[in-house]
């Protein structure tokens, strides 16, 4: 028996199966894409992200034909970009979305989100994420997205939540402080890395605390409530899933405040979660 996705969860998780900690190959992610495409869950997921570096070298063009859709990672940098959206246009590639990393931590974000704006062509009906790094400089990034935004440039923030050091896994406060800030601003974002399960939780092997999507969640329509950064903050630092989940039901049928969604190397692992907390009606196994 199949059901639908609900609009709550519709498209939260880009398939980011290439990148790490999953690390596919580009031919076993475009054969699973395929597959989530066509399965019960399909709602939920969002475009197959690609880094531009397998645009340029070709290797996506022998294994996605015409009207295949996928968002385009700058791991080449924002000066990449131009080209790696032309070759995916000479493919009939579709490109949902574009994502970039404008600075490094610690790194003044202007040039590189002055770059990439002149990028964001309205017309080009492809939605452009400036990836900020968490550190110096990042209120006055959003200040220029905003702006770039309220003028018709179809741009957004993006964040980093996880990854390989401890540095690069903000704590609660600091992210609910960009959180609210966004929500000031009226400006969406994505988030990216680190969010492997629903609910904030102690990685064993690690010893980092990843955020949870759920937490998330729930954080996110605190702020579009005007909580404050100290009340999103207990909410994204909230283990138990039942506060979490008391945010956020009645609600399944409403669209995500501001947050965009986010990118896994696993479909299966968000999904299961999903399941398990009782935020999916049933379904075919994944």
């Not at 699973?32 to 070709?58: E, K």
């Amino acid at each position: 028996m199949s059901t639908q996705v609900p609009a709550l969860l519709d498209g939260l998780v880009d398939d980011a199966a290439v990148f790490p900690p999953g690390s596919a190959s580009l031919p076993d992610a475009v054969a699973a894409h395929r597959r989530h495409r066509t399965a019960w869950y399909a709602d939920l997921v969002g475009p197959l992200l690609v880094p531009a570096s397998a645009v340029l070298d070709g290797k996506l063009r022998a294994l996605a034909g015409p009207g295949f859709v996928v968002g385009l990672i700058g791991d080449t940098g924002v000066a990449g970009l131009p080209a790696a959206l032309k070759a995916l246009a000479e493919d009939g590639i579709t490109v949902r979305q574009v994502e970039v990393a404008v600075a490094k931590r610690g790194e003044d974000p202007q040039p590189g989100l002055t770059e990439l704006l002149k990028l964001a062509e309205p017309s080009a009906g492809v939605d452009v994420y400036a990836e900020i790094p968490l550190t110096f400089g990042v209120m006055g990034a959003l200040d220029a997205l905003a702006a770039a935004r309220a003028a018709g440039a179809p741009v957004a923030a993006k964040f980093r939540t996880g990854g390989l050091a401890a540095e690069l896994f903000p704590t609660p406060a600091e992210l609910a402080a960009v959180i609210c800030a966004c929500r000031d601003r009226d400006l969406p974002f994505k988030l990216t890395a680190g969010l492997h399960h629903a609910v904030r939780h102690l990685d064993p092997e690690t010893g980092f605390s990843h955020h949870g999507f759920v937490n998330v969640l729930a954080a996110a329509f605190a702020a579009g409530e005007s909580g404050t950064v100290q009340t999103v903050a207990e909410l994204l630092t909230a283990t138990d899933p039942r506060p979490l989940l008391q945010r956020i039901e009645g609600r399944l049928a409403a669209g995500r405040p501001l947050w965009v969604g986010f990118g896994s190397c696993s479909i299966v692992e968000p999904l299961t979660d999903l399941a398990r907390l009782g935020l999916l009606n049933g379904g075919d196994e994944a």
